[in-house]
């Protein structure tokens, strides 16, 4: 099957920044859609940043201008650049691939990663 890997999570300090990094591994054919959710304790799950493979971007209002969202469509990755971290981007931040089409199986797919832990605090 399909595994998404995160990698870039901890702790920071407020105005800093963190580079998130998702891989996805398996039998896949193309990927749509990836992106960036985030839950904080207490809330609901959000998105914070899509991309799909022509390049197209999505962020949520409160990141926009502080995050950047690329990808590797060869490679499967995307990555999350944050700038200008505040203390409520404290969440754990899900990779999400949507629009996954599988050497194996026919369909799209969508899949998460296990999450990421980013603590912005002083």
């Known amino acids: 099957q399909v595994q998404l890997v995160e990698s870039g999570g901890g702790l920071v300090q407020p105005g800093g920044s963190l580079r998130l990094s998702c891989a996805a591994s398996?039998?896949?054919?193309?990927?749509?859609?990836m992106g960036w959710y985030r839950q904080a304790p207490g809330k609901q799950r959000e998105l914070v940043a899509t991309i799909t493979t022509d390049g197209s971007t999505d962020y949520a209002h409160s990141v926009k201008g502080r995050f950047t969202i690329s990808r590797d469509n060869a490679k499967n990755t995307v990555s999350l650049q944050m700038n200008s971290l505040k203390p409520e981007d404290t969440a754990v931040y899900y990779c999400n691939a949507e629009g996954v089409l599988l050497y194996t199986s026919l369909g799209a797919h969508e899949y998460w990663g296990q999450g990421t832990q980013v603590t912005v605090s002083s």
């Open positions: 398996g039998s896949i054919f193309s990927i749509h859609t």
